[in-house]
């Protein structure tokens, strides 16, 4: 027996052939045994039936014989070259037992031609056209010249045959043999080669399927598809791996039912599903195996078929639970950094100070009086201890208040005006005030914000050594609906910022000017933060610096 496993596609689709090929000629034998049965119930038949009760035979026969060939060798298309020739042999026999020129079964050899076409090549199909015309023509050739005896029934005519005639229909059914052959050769090519694009394109595809399986399996990312009804189509490994549930449990069910529901946006889509969804992203928190809350960031995208036509949605899902205590740990070495810096500032600051006092101290032991010189100093420094912790405390936390509605164009007015009695008479500094309305509003502290514009303004004041020009500007960026943002820009005529010292001028204790404490910069944009603001600044060495301060916007 020949081990199947061990053949290629084409060897076993082959055999299949072949297998087909001895049931249609055991078909077409039986076909011929009825025929044959028919015509033996008429009184005078058109030939003697006994040889073709012997050829049915000698096919059944023949076919046990190919079953068993089949089931033992390899040589599979031998075999098929072999049966075919005998099946031409036999059809010779058929078509001179049953008149020979006479005969009337003739088309028969399309039968065999036709199977080699299909089966072997083209070249075996031309030369078995070929051989069926030789044959044919032989015996048509003998029956004219009398070297053979026609086998017919006793009621047939014995009248000679045309030779032309003769000639003519050889000729006729060898072209219409050689036409089967190159036609039937060219469908089975065409259909070999449709058929070998088809399993290429069978194996492409199930490669292809294979291959977004695992993708789709082992991606580390969660990956759901919701069909247009709002159910739940597929559920890869680890999407089960982070929601804690089987695909079976969860596939199926509508996403209100699931932990997806938090997702408002859904809500949306599927009251109208439209391809024009540009999807969404979110975080929500789902409920774990252990019930402790799993947080997950999802972005849902609309999916399309080939035609373009929507489908559905497809989510892509991530575990934050990692991210999430990395981020913490991030801000925990941020705020142990900014207390180090910041206690490290402190006490450069305070030490300064407590070295004066201290050593004014000891000079009063010494001379054992308190000289007013002494204690002038004394007084000094602890009324800079004082104002270095108060700015300390300050900038470390402060004071939480009520946001309300702030008229800009009247702070910075004020502030201008306290500003306008601490520059020096000997180096004067002019103001300036811009303004696109007579009131524009700011959702802010008005106390807070006086303090942020004084600090803005003293340093300002100080960039100048030799007086110069600031200037105000108020300007809103947005809508009046209370939805945009409004700005004051602080621009001065001083020394300007070196670039690399643009970045650190909100650090704190970052100071350049002698006896600065280096905390009203950083104090400023605290306060401009704690209000939901931002600001920003850009300077040019040597051409001034320009502090804009953006706060929102408090409806009219």
């Not at 015509?39 to 190919?66: N, S």
């Not at 999430?324 to 142990?336: C, N, P, W």
Request: hydrophobic share 45%; with cysteine; charged share 20%.
């Amino acid at each position: 027996m020949v081990n199947t496993e061990t053949l290629s596609t084409e060897e076993v689709a082959l055999r299949r052939q072949i297998k087909w090929l001895i049931g249609l000629r055991l078909l077409i034998a039986f076909l011929f045994l009825g025929a044959a049965g028919i015509l033996a119930t008429r009184e005078h038949p058109l030939f003697t039936l006994a040889p073709l009760f012997v050829l049915i035979a000698c096919t059944c026969l023949l076919t046990i014989l190919y079953l068993l060939a089949l089931n033992r060798t390899t040589q599979l298309r031998r075999l098929c070259d072999l049966q075919i020739w005998i099946d031409v042999v036999m059809v010779t026999a058929l078509v001179y037992y049953t008149g020979g020129i006479e005969s009337l079964f003739a088309f028969v050899y399309i039968f065999p031609v036709l199977a080699a076409a299909i089966l072997l090549s083209r070249r075996s199909s031309l030369l078995l056209a070929g051989g069926s015309s030789i044959l044919y023509g032989i015996l048509i050739n003998l029956q004219l010249y009398g070297f053979t005896t026609r086998v017919q029934s006793p009621s047939a005519g014995g009248a000679a045959h045309d030779p032309v005639s003769a000639l003519l229909q050889l000729f006729v059914n060898s072209a219409a043999f050689f036409l089967v052959a190159l036609l039937g050769s060219q469908l089975a090519e065409r259909l070999k080669e449709t058929r070998r694009e088809l399993e290429e394109q069978r194996i492409d595809l199930r490669n292809l399927r294979t291959l977004h399986r695992d993708i789709v399996e082992n991606i580390p990312s969660g990956i759901v598809t919701l069909d247009l009804e709002g159910k739940i189509a597929s559920f890869n490994q680890s999407a089960q791996r982070i929601v804690g549930l089987p695909a079976d449990e969860i596939q199926g069910q509508i996403w209100k039912d699931t932990a997806f529901r938090e997702i408002k946006t859904l809500e949306e889509f599927f009251a109208a599903p439209t391809p024009t969804f540009r999807g969404c992203s979110q975080e929500l928190a789902i409920p774990g195996q252990d019930g402790r809350s799993v947080p997950i960031g999802i972005n849902l995208t609309p999916l399309q078929s080939s035609d373009g036509r929507l489908v559905g949605l497809v989510g892509i899902f991530q575990d934050l639970t990692e991210r999430k205590i990395t981020e913490a740990r991030l801000r925990q070495v941020d705020r142990l950094g900014a207390a180090g810096q910041l206690a490290a500032g402190l006490a450069h600051e305070v030490r300064n100070p407590l070295a004066a006092i201290s050593g004014c101290i000891e000079l009063m032991q010494e001379e054992g009086a308190a000289s007013p010189r002494l204690l002038d100093i004394v007084l000094r420094e602890a009324e800079r201890l004082k104002l270095v912790t108060g700015q300390f405390l300050d900038f470390a936390k402060p004071p939480l208040r009520s946001q309300k509605q702030c008229d800009l164009v009247a702070l910075v007015t004020e502030a201008v005006s306290l500003l306008e009695k601490s520059c020096d008479s000997v180096h004067p500094v002019t103001f300036s005030i811009q303004r696109e309305a007579e009131e524009v509003l700011a959702a802010g502290d008005p106390d807070q914000l006086k303090q942020a514009l004084w600090n803005l303004g003293l340093n300002a004041i100080q960039s100048m050594q030799k007086g110069g020009q600031i200037s105000f500007a108020i300007r809103r960026h947005g809508s009046t609906n209370g939805n945009g943002w409004v700005g004051i820009e602080l621009t001065d005529t001083g020394r300007g910022i070196p670039p690399e010292e643009v970045e650190r001028i909100f650090d704190p204790f970052y100071t350049t000017k002698p006896g600065g404490t280096g905390l009203g910069l950083a104090i400023t944009r605290k306060i401009i933060d704690n209000l939901g603001g931002r600001i920003e600044v850009t300077s040019q060495e040597g051409g001034g610096s320009t502090f804009r301060v953006l706060l929102k916007q408090a409806p009219e």
